[in-house]
């Protein structure tokens, strides 16, 4: 586990104060871009994946992505 993953781990248990405990991944965006991709397999079959990708550098991604969590 890289420490992308485990800062959006951190992110995830203090908003909803529970560890997730599913798949997670972040991988960098392809050649040309700064961001990140985000994928957490939620093991819902309604709702089985979560993608969020931004073209930010890691510590705007880290507060996208809580954003895009608060709103989802």
């Given at each position: ?10 992110i ?10 599913g ?50």
């Amino acid at each position: 586990m890289n420490n992308m993953e485990k800062a959006i781990l951190n992110i995830i248990e203090k908003r909803y104060k529970r560890k997730y405990t599913g798949d997670i991944k972040v991988t960098k965006l392809g050649k040309g871009w700064a961001g990140y991709k985000l994928v957490l397999d939620l093991g819902n079959p309604d709702k089985r994946l979560i993608q969020i990708s931004a073209d930010l550098e890691a510590e705007d991604f880290l507060k996208f992505v809580e954003q895009e969590l608060i709103s989802r």
